[in-house]
Every structure is written in C-alpha cells, then in structure tokens.
C-alpha cells in the first residue's frame, strides 16, 4: 500500500521561506512523477509544481514560479519555496503517479496522495 506523507509546514512571515517533505512508503518510489498541490480555504486545489522521476524535468504553477524549486532523491520529494505571500496559504499535498502521462498538473494525473501539511503565511 502506498503512502505519501508530508513534512514540513507551519507558520512564517511574507518574504519568508519553507522547505516542504514529501515521504513515500509502500513503493518503490523513485519510478513515480511526483506533484505538489495546495488547497486554500473556500478554493479548489490547485497544482503548485512537479518533477518528473525519469529525467527530474520540473514543471510550475505561474504563481509559485521564480521562487519555487521542486526536487527528489530517493527517498522524498521535496518543495523549497521563498519569498512567502500570504496568497501561498493553503494545505499542501504531495502526490505520486505511477505511470506516465502526458500532463502534471491536473488531480487526475495522479494515484495517491498524501494528508497534506499546513502552510500560514503571514503579513
């Protein structure tokens, strides 16, 4: 069974940084692209960024680009983002697809998912 678990989280101010973990069990995970998704209250989720597991080929939401960076070792997925804007608050989830698709940044593209981790920013 695969499980995705996500690390990292909290309370910071604009301007501030957080690195995000993503931790995957049940799996061998480095075969499978991996994404970051953020959900804020009364929203729909919404993609942030993904990586892909064959050649690490990273992708971005416009909102989070330029001061985002998505990465992945064997073990975690990770998601670094600076320059917090109290717009970036929202429930962030990892989540792992196990084929290959042609997009990343749609909820379908994906087979599992993990709780999710809070993220406030605040002014």
């Known amino acids: 069974q695969v499980q995705l678990k996500e690390s990292g989280g909290g309370l910071a101010q604009t301007g501030g940084s957080l690195l995000l973990s993503c931790a995957c069990s049940?799996?061998?995970?480095?075969?499978?692209?991996m994404g970051w998704f953020r959900q804020a209250p009364g929203k729909e989720r919404e993609f942030v960024a993904a990586?892909?597991?064959?050649?690490?080929r990273t992708y971005y939401a416009d909102s989070v680009k330029g001061r985002s960076a998505v990465s992945r070792d064997n073990i975690k997925a990770y998601l670094q983002m600076n320059s917090l804007k109290v717009d970036d608050t929202a429930v962030y989830y990892c989540a792992a697809s196990k084929f290959y698709r042609e997009s990343v940044d749609r909820r379908d593209d994906y087979d599992f998912w993990g709780q999710g981790t809070q993220v406030t920013v605040s002014s």
């Open positions: 990586i892909r597991w064959s050649e690490h």
């Open positions: 049940g799996v061998t995970f480095n075969t499978f692209d």
